[in-house]
């Protein structure tokens, strides 16, 4: 079967990946892991081989094959959206499919139909494809080990070739997609090819307000397992009550060989060693519990950490594998209806944050997460949703380290199946209660889970954005609910299908709101804590009126917050000919049709980074409140 | 201390009133139906004549609730006013109105201790209501100002109700007594009271330009050109915004880039100023307090000197 129909294919998302795990970096010492590189890691970004194709008839189909000639590829950074390195074409809209006006889509097994329609995307006429091709060899420290490839974030649908093998498919675009390239390694010469194509039936699923981009967008590391490996590790600080807590602490190996050690060292912040074992190393390690009386608490304002090192050894006490990754104490709770962090009642005094920067989109690094993270902590904003998937990882430690909550959402949006023309219109919803399309929803749960469930700073799984409600998302939930039992889960979509208002998230969720709304809800009986997940709409010269939602805090317990629609405005800057000046374009500007223009600008921030006017009174009213 | 003894030199034109006093120069004319020359110094500040403004440029809020549309007849009346009728009066009397040939009787060594000249406008909308401003001027130079504006019923909302002084060149920069920031009547309690000095004439760079640099509960504002300065002193506070542009400047323009050179200076002094709003940009109003009814009187007073 040719494989380009997967792209059709809501039931054909991850193919020959590696299961989700933990995020922790692996060095080969302590010493490495001091200075900050690992030798057992090793980047791909750069300088590519690139061609760009309008559709997959017309892409190089047999461009992966060892002995193609890539003679007339062009050259493209990794990471990079195709559409800023001059291809194709800059589309920003909000709720719309990005296809409206153009192609005439239904997501398959929708409006009662119950076979799949093959050629969807694979067979469109515009549906770009990115070819990339990248040659490589192994740095020293990976040579000899088994070597797996994570892609951070690749927009929307790609397929992996190395050395003329096939490796695997992906579409999850804001998680890491890991394959297992031991098979095919060579020391030297690697062909790596990866396929991306702009849409997918993923594309139903990433709806997001947002620009639409296609490409390897994220950072392209090759990862290296030493003969004893910690694949998977959960650090579990559980608060027994204020004054004692334990950790439990569970590993998963991936090894050649099972014969050796892991020795785990607790500290504290000042370095302190609060705890020290050994565990002989095999396939899962429970470690034995560690009580920890009198722990220092984590929250906004005193973000406190422990440091757990985890060494790996052989019998001969060779370190093979040094790990090192930060946790807190805390405990998320609802209590007689009101939120609690650490026994005492959480005020959310959030902001919703896109990933963005003017020059090159949602490609951003260090720079920009160290710099927002500033900017809230001046600001007295103490969480953030990741509005609408998972964000690049750094990200997830800056917040552990300083305290900000995040409420961690799944990489979900369908806005474009069930509101249209401002109207509640569910009758062809994605995910919906379609047995198709659970696959894909359980896997962006399941994989956002595993990958960042030790990050003390997430107090919330949010099950996506505005995708509307049913027994798919309901599903996603009790993954959250059975996996984790020291976090609350979050979703708003099921405000428009009551029916799964039970069932559906321990918080009671809206956006917009207006205040009026949410006392009618706290004057009557209500039955969960009532947060906004998106309110104060910033879009231009805005942010008035926020002082009725504030004073809300007050007179009711369990309203307790919300998140600020949104951080940063979405504009990209472009050279204008006329005035000569780099300035900032919004949706539209690039000709593309239809746009929802200038309601990507919503910030709290300018697109450049610089705060709005309305900033002052964010600062005013998150510090009366904090 | 003023010279209490000092009188204005008063000159009775054809066409327009000349004031004179120590180290300023006005000139009100009549058939302009204005304040057409503001001199201090021998410095000419004033462009065209100050004329009451019923507009702001909307922002993203004000066209997604349908504000733009309900109150888009207060951009031509604030465009296009026509002054219906005046009157001055000297020393606290009303004078026959002195153009000629009434005002062949005077000469050229006429003084007085106080002068008012009155404008009457009435405004383009439908219904049509009327918009008075009196200019009092004192021998010491200061002139006070007193707007009226008459509520009728029918009339939509008004994004801002206050006076607009076009000045013939970009300021240096202005200093105030007020709220720091770009503040609203539903956005200001964030806003630190006290004496703020802004260089240049900055213009917020929202993606869509829009209405911006509004200035709430403001007890004085001084706009600063090549180290002199005129200084507005409200009766009571008020609320300005000192930009480039004049609000259908910024609501023309789709881009920052699009606005024209700077090259003047808009100096805006409201009595009322609609809210922002920010419950969401597809609907919600500010809410009532923030409004500005257009069947209610206002009164706006405050000096320039």
């Given at each position: 079967?040719?494989?380009?129909?997967?792209?059709?294919?809501?039931?054909i998302?991850?193919?020959?990946?590696?299961?989700?795990?933990?995020?922790?970096?692996?060095?080969?010492?302590?010493e490495?892991?001091?200075?900050?590189?690992?030798?057992?890691?090793?980047?791909?970004?750069?300088?590519?081989?690139f061609?760009?194709?309008?559709?997959?008839?017309?892409?190089?189909?047999?461009f992966?094959?060892?002995?193609?000639?890539?003679?007339?590829?062009?050259?493209?950074?990794?990471?990079k959206?195709?559409?800023?390195?001059?291809y194709?074409?800059?589309?920003?809209?909000?709720?719309?499919?990005?296809?409206?006006?153009?192609?005439?889509?239904?997501?398959?097994?929708?409006?009662?139909?119950d076979?799949?329609?093959?050629?969807?995307?694979?067979?469109?006429?515009?549906?770009?494809?990115?070819?990339?091709?990248?040659?490589?060899?192994?740095d020293?420290?990976?040579?000899?080990?088994?070597?797996?490839?994570?892609?951070?974030?690749?927009?929307?649908?790609?397929?992996?070739?190395?050395?003329?093998?096939?490796?695997g498919?992906?579409?999850?675009?804001?998680?890491?997609?890991?394959?297992?390239?031991?098979?095919?390694?060579?020391?030297k010469?690697?062909?790596?090819?990866?396929?991306?194509?702009?849409?997918?039936?993923?594309?139903?699923?990433?709806?997001?307000d947002?620009?639409?981009?296609?490409?390897?967008?994220?950072?392209?590391?090759?990862?290296?397992?030493?003969?004893?490996?910690?694949?998977?590790?959960?650090?579990?600080?559980?608060?027994?009550?204020?004054?004692?807590?334990?950790?439990?602490?569970?590993?998963?190996t991936?090894?050649?060989?099972?014969?050796?050690k892991?020795?785990?060292?607790?500290?504290?912040?000042?370095?302190?060693?609060?705890?020290e074992?050994?565990?002989?190393?095999?396939?899962?390690?429970?470690?034995?519990?560690?009580?920890?009386?009198?722990?220092?608490?984590w929250?906004?304002?005193n973000?406190?950490?422990?440091?757990?090192?985890?060494?790996?050894?052989?019998?001969?006490?060779?370190?093979?594998?040094?790990?090192?990754?930060?946790?807190?104490f805390?405990?998320?709770?609802?209590?007689?209806?009101?939120?609690?962090?650490?026994?005492?009642?959480?005020?959310?005094?959030?902001?919703?944050?896109?990933?963005?920067?003017?020059?090159?989109?949602?490609?951003?690094?260090?720079?920009?997460?160290?710099?927002?993270?500033e900017?809230?902590?001046?600001?007295?904003?103490?969480?953030?949703?990741?509005?609408?998937?998972?964000?690049?990882?750094?990200?997830?430690?800056?917040?552990?380290?300083?305290?900000?909550?995040?409420?961690?959402?799944?990489?979900?949006?369908?806005?474009?199946?069930?509101?249209?023309?401002?109207?509640?219109?569910?009758?062809?919803?994605?995910?919906?209660?379609?047995?198709?399309?659970?696959?894909?929803?359980l896997?962006?749960?399941?994989?956002?889970?595993?990958?960042?469930?030790?990050?003390?700073?997430?107090?919330?799984?949010?099950?996506?954005?505005?995708?509307?409600?049913?027994?798919?998302?309901?599903?996603?939930?009790?993954?959250?609910?059975?996996?984790?039992?020291?976090?609350?889960?979050?979703?708003?979509?099921?405000?428009?299908?009551?029916?799964?208002?039970?069932?559906?998230?321990?918080?009671?969720?809206?956006?917009?709101?207006?205040?009026?709304?949410i006392?009618?809800?706290?004057?009557?009986?209500?039955?969960?804590?009532?947060?906004?997940?998106?309110?104060?709409?910033?879009?231009?010269?805005?942010?008035?009126?926020?002082?009725?939602?504030?004073?809300?805090?007050?007179?009711?317990?369990?309203?307790?917050?919300?998140?600020?629609?949104?951080?940063?405005?979405?504009?990209?800057?472009?050279y204008?000919?006329?005035?000569?000046?780099?300035?900032?374009?919004?949706?539209?500007?690039?000709?593309?049709?239809?746009?929802?223009?200038?309601?990507?600008?919503?910030?709290?921030?300018?697109?450049?980074?610089?705060?709005?006017?309305?900033?002052?009174?964010?600062?005013?009213?998150?510090?009366?409140?904090? | 201390?003023?010279?209490?003894?000092?009188?204005?030199?008063?000159?009775?034109?054809?066409?327009?009133?000349?004031l004179?006093?120590?180290?300023?120069?006005?000139?009100?004319?009549?058939?302009?139906?204005?304040?057409?020359s503001?001199?201090?110094?021998?410095?000419?500040?004033?462009?065209?004549?100050?004329?009451?403004?019923?507009?702001?440029?909307?922002?993203?809020?004000d066209r997604?609730?349908?504000?733009?549309?309900?109150?888009?007849?207060?951009?031509?009346?604030?465009?296009?006013?026509?002054?219906?009728?005046?009157?001055?009066?000297?020393?606290?009397?009303?004078?026959?109105?002195?153009?000629?040939?009434?005002?062949?009787?005077?000469?050229?060594?006429?003084?007085?201790?106080?002068?008012?000249?009155?404008?009457?406008?009435?405004?383009?909308?439908?219904?049509?209501?009327?918009?008075?401003?009196?200019?009092?001027v004192?021998?010491?130079?200061?002139?006070?100002?007193?707007?009226?504006?008459?509520?009728?019923?029918?009339?939509?909302?008004?994004?801002?109700?206050?006076?607009?002084?076009?000045?013939?060149?970009?300021?240096?920069?202005?200093?105030?007594?007020?709220?720091?920031?770009?503040?609203?009547?539903?956005?200001?309690?964030?806003?630190?009271?006290?004496?703020?000095?802004?260089?240049?004439?900055?213009?917020?760079?929202?993606?869509?330009?829009?209405?911006?640099?509004?200035?709430?509960?403001?007890?004085?504002?001084?706009?600063e050109?090549?180290?002199?300065?005129?200084?507005?002193?409200?009766?009571?506070?008020?609320a300005?915004?000192?930009?480039?542009?004049?609000?259908?400047?910024?609501?023309?323009?789709?881009?920052?880039?699009?606005?024209?050179?700077?090259?003047?200076?808009?100096?805006?002094?409201?009595?009322k100023?609609?809210?922002?709003?920010?419950?969401?940009?597809?609907?919600?109003?500010?809410?009532?307090?923030?409004?500005?009814?257009?069947?209610?009187?206002?009164?706006l007073?405050?000096?320039?000197?």
């Amino acid at each position: 079967m040719d494989k380009i129909v997967w792209l059709d294919d809501p039931e054909i998302y991850r193919v020959n990946q590696i299961d989700s795990h933990s995020d922790h970096v692996c060095y080969a010492s302590k010493e490495e892991s001091e200075r900050g590189k690992s030798t057992l890691s090793q980047s791909l970004n750069g300088s590519w081989s690139f061609l760009y194709s309008v559709n997959a008839k017309v892409r190089p189909k047999e461009f992966y094959k060892a002995d193609f000639d890539s003679t007339g590829f062009d050259e493209i950074q990794v990471p990079k959206h195709i559409e800023l390195a001059g291809y194709d074409r800059v589309h920003y809209i909000n709720t719309m499919y990005p296809w409206e006006g153009s192609e005439y889509r239904r997501p398959p097994y929708t409006l009662g139909k119950d076979t799949l329609e093959k050629g969807m995307f694979s067979e469109a006429e515009y549906n770009p494809v990115g070819s990339y091709i990248k040659k490589f060899d192994l740095d020293q420290g990976m040579i000899g080990k088994d070597i797996s490839i994570k892609f951070h974030g690749v927009e929307q649908a790609f397929y992996v070739w190395l050395n003329g093998v096939f490796i695997g498919y992906g579409e999850d675009s804001f998680t890491p997609s890991e394959f297992d390239l031991s098979p095919e390694i060579q020391e030297k010469e690697n062909i790596l090819c990866v396929e991306v194509h702009k849409r997918s039936t993923a594309a139903f699923l990433e709806d997001q307000d947002f620009f639409r981009f296609f490409g390897i967008f994220r950072d392209v590391e090759l990862v290296a397992r030493p003969k004893l490996h910690v694949e998977d590790l959960w650090i579990q600080p559980v608060l027994t009550n204020l004054e004692s807590g334990r950790i439990n602490l569970r590993v998963q190996t991936k090894s050649k060989v099972n014969k050796g050690k892991i020795c785990c060292i607790i500290k504290n912040q000042d370095n302190h060693i609060i705890h020290e074992s050994e565990e002989v190393f095999s396939e899962t390690i429970q470690f034995s519990e560690v009580i920890v009386s009198n722990p220092n608490l984590w929250d906004n304002t005193n973000p406190y950490l422990y440091w757990l090192e985890l060494l790996v050894k052989t019998d001969t006490e060779e370190v093979v594998e040094y790990i090192k990754y930060p946790f807190g104490f805390r405990k998320i709770e609802i209590h007689q209806g009101v939120m609690q962090l650490n026994g005492k009642r959480l005020v959310i005094n959030g902001v919703n944050r896109h990933e963005w920067s003017p020059y090159n989109g949602r490609v951003i690094g260090e720079a920009e997460n160290r710099g927002d993270i500033e900017t809230c902590k001046k600001n007295h904003i103490n969480s953030v949703r990741t509005s609408h998937y998972p964000f690049q990882i750094p990200w997830y430690y800056l917040c552990d380290q300083n305290g900000i909550y995040v409420m961690a959402e799944t990489n979900m949006e369908s806005h474009g199946s069930w509101q249209k023309m401002d109207q509640i219109e569910p009758s062809y919803n994605v995910p919906g209660d379609i047995p198709q399309w659970r696959g894909a929803v359980l896997d962006r749960a399941r994989t956002q889970y595993y990958l960042l469930r030790n990050h003390t700073s997430i107090l919330f799984w949010s099950l996506g954005n505005e995708s509307y409600a049913g027994e798919n998302i309901r599903l996603m939930h009790e993954f959250y609910k059975n996996a984790d039992e020291e976090r609350l889960v979050h979703y708003e979509g099921n405000f428009h299908n009551p029916d799964y208002e039970e069932s559906i998230s321990d918080i009671k969720s809206r956006m917009y709101a207006k205040p009026l709304e949410i006392k009618e809800y706290l004057d009557n009986e209500p039955k969960k804590p009532f947060i906004l997940c998106e309110y104060m709409h910033n879009m231009g010269n805005s942010l008035g009126g926020m002082k009725a939602y504030m004073e809300l805090l007050d007179r009711y317990e369990m309203y307790q917050g919300g998140y600020i629609w949104d951080f940063i405005d979405q504009a990209l800057y472009v050279y204008d000919e006329i005035s000569k000046k780099q300035v900032l374009r919004y949706g539209g500007d690039f000709g593309d049709r239809p746009s929802d223009y200038e309601f990507s600008g919503n910030g709290i921030l300018f697109a450049n980074r610089e705060e709005k006017p309305a900033m002052q009174e964010v600062r005013y009213y998150y510090g009366k409140y904090k | 201390m003023e010279n209490i003894n000092k009188e204005l030199s008063i000159i009775y034109g054809d066409v327009t009133l000349g004031l004179k006093g120590d180290d300023f120069h006005y000139i009100f004319s009549y058939a302009k139906g204005g304040l057409e020359s503001l001199k201090k110094q021998g410095q000419e500040w004033l462009y065209r004549i100050p004329m009451p403004t019923f507009w702001r440029a909307t922002t993203d809020n004000d066209r997604g609730n349908g504000f733009s549309y309900a109150s888009a007849m207060w951009m031509g009346a604030d465009m296009f006013l026509r002054c219906i009728s005046k009157y001055v009066k000297i020393n606290g009397e009303e004078i026959p109105f002195p153009a000629a040939p009434e005002n062949n009787k005077y000469s050229n060594n006429e003084n007085a201790k106080e002068v008012e000249i009155t404008f009457i406008y009435e405004t383009s909308t439908v219904p049509k209501t009327s918009v008075s401003v009196s200019y009092t001027v004192l021998p010491s130079g200061e002139i006070k100002i007193h707007m009226h504006y008459k509520g009728k019923d029918n009339l939509p909302g008004l994004p801002v109700l206050g006076m607009r002084f076009v000045l013939m060149e970009k300021a240096d920069g202005y200093k105030y007594e007020g709220l720091s920031g770009e503040t609203y009547p539903d956005r200001m309690e964030g806003g630190a009271y006290g004496v703020h000095q802004v260089e240049g004439l900055p213009v917020t760079p929202y993606l869509v330009p829009q209405e911006c640099g509004m200035h709430m509960k403001t007890r004085w504002a001084e706009v600063e050109r090549n180290n002199q300065s005129i200084k507005f002193r409200g009766k009571d506070e008020f609320a300005f915004s000192c930009l480039p542009y004049t609000s259908q400047e910024l609501e023309n323009a789709t881009h920052m880039e699009e606005l024209p050179l700077p090259r003047r200076t808009v100096m805006v002094i409201a009595n009322k100023v609609r809210g922002v709003g920010g419950i969401d940009s597809w609907g919600s109003k500010p809410g009532k307090d923030y409004e500005i009814p257009g069947d209610q009187d206002y009164t706006l007073q405050f000096s320039v000197k």
